[in-house]
């Protein structure tokens, strides 16, 4: 059993490198069967030269665009963390916010980029915010039910046994919510790149979103798909340190 767990990562990079190969394939024969013009689609070629060559540039710029969602995920995991204890705790004020944050949702992040760059400038505020408000509601909602879905068996025997509602919800509540909790967090890993390259397309002086628009401004296809490639990276990365780092701390609740 400790050996098929030891070398369960191994088997997923191998079939992860695997599927890369696959996808890089069929993406040169895509270019040398149908002659696609470079301008349009680079081969995977072109794009590794660039990403070469660029290496300083796309690491300058990357850095910002993790940097930026990483601070949005913190943010909106607060954020998410805090409403649902409010929901839960306070009726009144489940009834007022469960709307308020449909609403948010609602509207098309692009709507309100613009007010979050008046707001809060062309900088990294604007950008974390707008991460932070993409991922707080997966976050919440997914906190908020694993709190109300807490086996009531657990409930009624900490109550016959004099616990506090405090010391019910930090001792049972909580960690009863913590694998809905920690679903809501690798879809917010996963969704966290939509908030920063959103913000850095709207008005932003650097960041991989920039990047890309001025390569895509230069007609520089194959610089946009190494910034491309560089956002994919990062985020593979950002949700694999996730997802090792809650199997450790809720091993209850290991993703399959």
């Not at 469960?98 to 613009?114: E, G, K, R, T």
């Amino acid at each position: 059993m400790f050996k098929r767990f030891a070398t369960q990562p191994i088997a997923n990079l191998v079939r992860g490198f695997i599927s890369l190969l696959v996808i890089i394939g069929l993406w040169q024969l895509l270019v040398i069967l149908l002659k696609v013009p470079a301008f349009i689609l680079p081969s995977p070629f072109a794009v590794w030269q660039q990403i070469i060559s660029s290496s300083g540039l796309l690491w300058h710029h990357g850095q910002v665009t993790l940097l930026e969602m990483v601070l949005g995920l913190v943010l909106g995991l607060l954020l998410g963390l805090m409403f649902a204890l409010q929901m839960l705790l306070f009726a009144p004020v489940r009834r007022w916010l469960l709307p308020l944050l449909l609403a948010s949702q609602a509207i098309p992040v692009f709507a309100i980029a613009p007010l979050l760059m008046l707001w809060l400038g062309y900088g990294m505020a604007s950008k974390v915010v707008m991460t932070a408000i993409i991922i707080f509601f997966p976050v919440t909602t997914c906190c908020f039910d694993g709190l109300r879905q807490t086996p009531q068996g657990y409930l009624a025997l900490a109550h016959t046994m004099g616990a506090s509602r405090w010391q019910q919800l930090w001792h049972i509540r909580l960690p009863a919510a913590l694998p809905a909790l920690a679903s809501g967090i690798r879809i917010a890993v996963v969704i966290a790149p939509i908030g920063a390259v959103s913000g850095e397309w709207v008005g932003s002086s650097q960041g991989l979103g920039y990047l890309m628009l001025q390569a895509n401004a230069r007609m520089q296809v194959d610089q946009m798909f190494a910034a491309l490639f560089l956002l994919a990276l990062f985020s593979v990365l950002l949700y694999f340190i996730t997802d090792k780092l809650l199997n450790h701390f809720i091993p209850w609740a290991k993703s399959v």
